[in-house]
């Protein structure tokens, strides 16, 4: 299967991390998994860059309104760019509206259908390749 990107997944719980990576690296991505914005920083400053960064909202150390805040602060336009998803529990108008407003991309509340974030990652990437004036297909 040819590799569709390369996803990572920022969350506390292990549990989340291991559901999304699974489905996500069965339809051909490659998945890294962070427990914090902390890590997930770290990761994107000393590795491959992902293609697209799924993020909890609530998390130790640097939570997931800080980590979306950095990287679309950072000084990269490649990181500053890159597609965030804000996966959450945290549902009301004013926590949505506040990731929005901090550069999220999409947002999916918890509990969440596997498939439907899937959805919304090939969706979101579509997005973003369009805007960049690439024509590829959906992965």
Request: hydrophobic share 40%; proline share 4%; aromatic share 2%.
């Amino acid at each position: 299967m040819e590799n569709a990107g390369r996803v990572l997944v920022v969350d506390d719980d292990r549990v989340t991390r291991r559901i999304v990576s699974v489905k996500l690296s069965g339809l051909g991505y490659t998945v890294d998994e962070a427990s914090d914005g902390q890590e997930a920083l770290e990761m994107i400053a000393s590795g491959e860059l992902p293609t697209l960064v799924i993020v909890d909202q609530s998390m130790p150390r640097l939570t997931g309104l800080e980590l979306v805040r950095a990287i679309r602060s950072h000084q990269d336009e490649r990181v500053a760019a890159l597609p965030i998803i804000m996966l959450t529990s945290h549902q009301s108008e004013e926590a949505i509206v506040r990731g929005l407003e901090a550069g999220v991309d999409d947002y999916v509340i918890k509990p969440f259908s596997p498939n439907e974030l899937a959805a919304r990652v090939r969706t979101v990437l579509w997005r973003c390749q369009r805007a960049a004036g690439r024509r590829e297909p959906l992965a």
